[in-house]
């Protein structure tokens, strides 16, 4: 059986507001959500990237205490 919106939104009115916010907050994640794998594929594929990158020499590191003097100085 399906519903039209106006249906649902017929019985979503008629929770509680602590129910309706509950409801916002999942249709919300619903729709915002990234499924985890692909985010920890991209992660990996990016971990690799910057692992390649620096073993071929193209990518610069900075010592801690480099990073450190610097943010002091931009602090000034």
Do not use: C
């Amino acid at each position: 059986m399906s519903f039209t919106f106006a249906q649902v939104e017929e019985q979503a009115r008629r929770l509680s507001a602590e129910e309706r916010a509950r409801l916002v907050e999942t249709l919300l994640e619903s729709i915002r959500e990234v499924p985890s794998s692909d985010i920890e594929v991209a992660w990996e594929r990016e971990v690799a990237d910057r692992a390649a990158s620096r073993d071929r020499g193209e990518a610069h590191s900075y010592s801690s205490d480099e990073v450190y003097n610097e943010a002091r100085r931009l602090k000034r």
